[in-house]
């Protein structure tokens, strides 16, 4: 599957190297709201900790 989109990649860029470029712009604005709604599962999220907590916020000495 990777080797597909490779060479599908690759023919996009030799063949309509001119309608892509003109993309390029619009495709960077796109995949920064997509990055920020796709990589940020991994953090946990916000609002975790009840509002009086602060468990995040000890270091490791202050634990028992």
């Not at 619009?26 to 709201?33: E, G, N």
Request: charged residues 15%.
């Amino acid at each position: 599957m990777l080797v597909l989109g490779i060479v599908a990649g690759y023919f996009l860029w030799t063949e309509h190297r001119a309608h892509l470029q003109q993309w390029w712009p619009y495709a960077l604005l796109l995949a920064c709201p997509l990055m920020h709604v796709f990589m940020h599962k991994g953090h946990g999220g916000h609002g975790n900790q009840s509002p009086g907590s602060d468990e995040g916020r000890r270091s490791n000495s202050d634990r028992d």
